[in-house]
Nanobody, 119 residues
Framework: QVQLVESGGGLVQPGGSVRLSCEAS????????MAWYRQAPGNQREFVAH???????SYVDSVKGRFTISRDNAKNTVHLQMNGLRPEDTAIYYC?????????????WGQGIQVTVSS
């Protein structure tokens, strides 16, 4: 079965850094676009960052210059390095894997991991 497992979250002070990791199994990892989303209490789930199969990155404006997404195809793992954290970054962060074009597409999701930014 397909499984995406996030790790690395927790409590961090404002201005601090956290690195999230997501290890995938049950898929041919190098063919998937990998992404991070987040959901804060009372909010919709929002896009944070993604990285395509060629290594091209994209970010939501609010995290540009602070967050970096990367992938290691040999380890079936995607990372999200988060620097300069702010209280508004507090959310559950979800890893996703996407494949396909047009009418034939699949998306898989991890279970989510909590990141809390507070003093």
């Amino acid at each position: 079965q397909v499984q995406l497992v996030e790790s690395g979250g927790g409590l961090v002070q404002p201005g601090g850094s956290v690195r999230l990791s997501c290890e995938a199994s049950g898929i041919i990892f190098k063919f998937y676009i990998m992404a991070w989303y987040r959901q804060a209490p009372g909010n919709q789930r929002e896009f944070v960052a993604h990285i395509n199969t060629g290594g091209r990155e994209s970010y939501v404006d609010s995290v540009k210059g602070r967050f970096t997404i990367s992938r290691d195809n040999a380890k079936n793992t995607v990372h999200l390095q988060m620097n300069g954290l702010r209280p508004e970054d507090t959310a559950i962060y979800y890893c996703s894997a996407f494949i396909g074009t047009g009418l034939d597409e699949r998306t898989y999701w991890g279970q989510g991991i909590q990141v809390t930014v507070s003093s």
